[in-house]
């Protein structure tokens, strides 16, 4: 038989109500965090680093990925200070390789991170999801940020559906409508103003995907080196949703993102953290043939389900369940894993996480993260844990 996959849980430090005592009762033996008190694009103290380290094993767990070092939008934008903040990321990633922490995994997503109109969902069994609704969205960009030129990115119907949510909401919805799309970075509490938003959108207005793609290329081209020389696996993350928003370009969308990413630094430290999710909301990604043809450079695991609709909306699905065939998803994965065991690759039990999870029963009664929720993600740890064991006991004797 072959490693498992490392089976890892989020956790968003000391405050989150998720605790580590809890994730050490899901089967879950490693820790994916980041020190989010550290503002974007200064350097996190080594003694920061240890601290924290040292608290998650004294649960027992292992810190097994950084998620995320995040990127200064003057590195995106090719801002005054796109030196100083990678000086800053690259000091990050010493300190980090100095405690022992290998992956890192990070995005370019201008501005936003992932993005949803909806954080309570309600599902038929009573349980609540995610969700990006593109009525709603297109009411956002529309009528309430009024953006410039935002009609030529929606047809006359896609205009005439968002009208028509705009209509049906009340204030409180429409400010809760807002505080949603415009939430800031995962494990902060952050909410960008309407006036704040209009000004990180001025900054973009020359910068296009070709260029964003330039910006990136030259972030990878200083960084990449200096990770491969500390023993650093770099993982980008896919744009989430994976198409443009807002009038911000979206770069790592696609299998063909990905590839001209792995180009822009060829090296074993320049590689891919596979969100099932985001690139599962867009049909035209073939996630098994993704891993099939991408999978040596794969270092990190998002493993989770969107139930697309014909409109472009989604939401977050069961994780066995929604538009992606995780069967397929997990054997491809599972056969790169025998690819590496036979290369006499040491990477073989790549670190695995249940991504977001589904707000059930008891998980309401603590505030959590948005879909970071105790017993919902436990679930999908148990169902893909099970899906992983019984492929390998079929597929590999």
Same mark, same amino acid.
């Given at each position: 038989?072959?490693?498992?996959?490392?089976?890892? #849980?989020?956790?968003?430090?000391?405050?989150?109500?998720?605790?580590?005592?809890?994730?050490?009762?899901?089967?879950?033996?490693?820790? $994916?965090?980041? @020190?989010?008190?550290?503002?974007?694009?200064?350097?996190?103290?080594?003694?920061?680093?240890?601290?924290?380290?040292?608290?998650?094993?004294?649960?027992?767990?292992?810190?097994?990925?950084?998620?995320? $070092?995040?990127?200064?939008?003057?590195?995106?934008?090719?801002?005054?200070?796109?030196?100083?903040?990678?000086?800053?990321?690259?000091?990050?990633?010493?300190?980090?390789?100095?405690?022992?922490?290998?992956?890192?995994?990070?995005?370019?997503?201008? $501005? *936003?991170?992932?993005?949803?109109?909806?954080?309570?969902?309600?599902?038929?069994?009573?349980?609540?999801?995610?969700?990006? &609704?593109?009525?709603?969205?297109?009411?956002?960009?529309?009528?309430?940020?009024?953006?410039?030129?935002?009609?030529?990115?929606?047809?006359?119907?896609?205009?005439?559906?968002?009208?028509?949510?705009?209509?049906?909401?009340?204030?409180?919805?429409?400010?809760?409508?807002?505080?949603?799309? @415009?939430?800031?970075?995962?494990?902060?509490?952050? $909410? #960008?103003?309407?006036?704040?938003?209009? !000004?990180?959108?001025?900054?973009?207005?020359?910068?296009?995907?070709?260029?964003?793609?330039?910006?990136?290329?030259?972030?990878?081209? !200083?960084?990449?080196?200096?990770?491969?020389?500390?023993?650093?696996? /770099?993982?980008?993350?896919?744009?989430?949703?994976?198409?443009?928003?807002?009038?911000?370009?979206?770069?790592?969308?696609?299998?063909?993102?990905?590839?001209?990413?792995?180009? /822009?630094?060829?090296? =074993?430290?320049?590689?891919?953290?596979?969100?099932?999710?985001?690139?599962?909301?867009?049909?035209?990604? &073939?996630?098994?043939?993704?891993?099939?043809?991408?999978?040596?450079?794969?270092? #990190?695991?998002?493993?989770?389900?969107?139930?697309?609709?014909?409109?472009?909306?989604?939401?977050?699905?069961?994780?066995? !369940?929604?538009?992606?065939?995780?069967?397929?998803?997990?054997? !491809?994965?599972?056969?790169?894993?025998?690819?590496?065991?036979?290369?006499?690759?040491?990477?073989?039990?790549?670190? /695995?996480?249940?991504?977001?999870?589904?707000? *059930?029963?008891?998980?309401?009664?603590?505030?959590?993260? =948005?879909?970071?929720?105790?017993?919902?993600? /436990?679930?999908? @740890?148990?169902?893909?844990?099970?899906?992983?064991?019984?492929?390998?006991?079929?597929?590999?004797?």
């Amino acid at each position: 038989m072959i490693d498992n996959l490392e089976q890892t #849980f989020r956790w968003f430090g000391p405050n989150d109500a998720v605790t580590l005592n809890a994730i050490a009762q899901t089967g879950a033996t490693g820790i $994916v965090t980041a @020190l989010h008190d550290i503002p974007c694009g200064e350097v996190w103290p080594l003694e920061a680093i240890k601290e924290r380290k040292a608290l998650i094993e004294n649960a027992g767990l292992k810190w097994s990925v950084v998620e995320s $070092v995040n990127i200064h939008e003057d590195i995106k934008t090719a801002g005054p200070l796109r030196e100083e903040k990678i000086q800053h990321y690259i000091a990050t990633l010493k300190h980090l390789a100095a405690s022992g922490i290998r992956t890192v995994c990070y995005n370019f997503m201008p $501005v *936003l991170d992932w993005t949803r109109t909806h954080l309570d969902y309600g599902l038929s069994n009573g349980a609540s999801a995610l969700r990006y &609704d593109a009525p709603a969205l297109a009411a956002f960009d529309l009528f309430i940020l009024a953006r410039p030129g935002a009609f030529q990115d929606f047809s006359e119907a896609a205009q005439l559906a968002a009208k028509i949510y705009l209509e049906g909401l009340s204030a409180d919805e429409k400010d809760q409508l807002v505080s949603t799309i @415009l939430a800031g970075l995962p494990g902060t509490d952050e $909410v #960008f103003t309407i006036d704040q938003f209009r !000004a990180h959108l001025e900054r973009y207005q020359s910068i296009g995907a070709a260029a964003l793609k330039a910006n990136l290329q030259y972030f990878l081209r !200083a960084i990449i080196p200096v990770a491969e020389a500390l023993g650093i696996n /770099m993982c980008i993350h896919p744009d989430d949703p994976p198409f443009p928003i807002l009038g911000l370009p979206r770069v790592v969308c696609t299998e063909q993102d990905l590839l001209e990413v792995l180009n /822009m630094c060829p090296s =074993p430290s320049n590689g891919i953290t596979l969100c099932t999710g985001s690139l599962g909301a867009n049909p035209a990604n &073939d996630l098994p043939g993704i891993v099939e043809r991408l999978g040596s450079h794969i270092h #990190f695991l998002h493993l989770r389900n969107v139930c697309r609709e014909p409109d472009g909306s989604f939401y977050e699905a069961e994780h066995l !369940a929604g538009s992606t065939d995780m069967y397929l998803v997990m054997k !491809a994965i599972i056969l790169e894993q025998q690819r590496r065991k036979d290369q006499g690759r040491e990477d073989i039990a790549i670190p /695995m996480r249940p991504d977001h999870g589904h707000l *059930l029963w008891t998980d309401r009664n603590f505030n959590t993260y =948005p879909g970071y929720s105790l017993i919902g993600r /436990m679930k999908g @740890l148990a169902e893909l844990r099970g899906l992983e064991m019984g492929i390998k006991r079929t597929l590999i004797a």
